[in-house]
Nanobody, 126 residues
Framework: QVQLAESGGGSVQAGGSLRLSCVVS????????MAWFRQAPGKEREGVAS?????????DYADSVKGRFTVSQDHATNALDLQMDNLKPEDTAMYFC??????????????????WGQGIQVTVSS
């Protein structure tokens, strides 16, 4: 079965940095889409960033995090890393890692993903 293992997260002050990592296991093939989503209380789950693992390396980002967050692939483990710099209070949310072989919908559509991590809290104080 497909399993996602998340690490990182925590509490930082505005302007600080955090690095999240997500390792997926259970896939037979080397190419699949992985993404980070986040959900704050009272808000919809939104896509943060995504990469097609084993693909062209072109990343997708939500407009709200462009220039501050960087998603990358660990080529040794196929983990999806999210480097979050210049964090803002509005980045506070539960962050979820997701994966799917063939999404069939836009990268930032939660319904396109079959496997999800447990979620890790990111809290940014002002």
């Amino acid at each position: 079965q497909v399993q996602l293992a998340e690490s990182g997260g925590g509490s930082v002050q505005a302007g600080g940095s955090l690095r999240l990592s997500c390792v997926v296991s259970g896939y037979t093939y080397s190419t699949y889409r992985m993404a980070w989503f986040r959900q704050a209380p009272g808000k919809e789950r939104e896509g943060v960033a995504s990469l097609y693992i084993g693909g062209d390396g072109v990343a997708d980002y939500a407009d709200s995090v462009k220039g501050r967050f960087t998603v990358s692939q660990d080529h040794a483990t196929n983990a999806l890393d999210l480097q979050m710099d210049n964090l803002k209070p509005e980045d506070t949310a539960m962050y979820f890692c997701a994966a799917v072989k063939n999404p069939g919908v836009a990268w930032n559509s939660p319904r396109g993903y079959k496997s999800w991590g447990q979620g890790i809290q990111v809290t940014v104080s002002s």
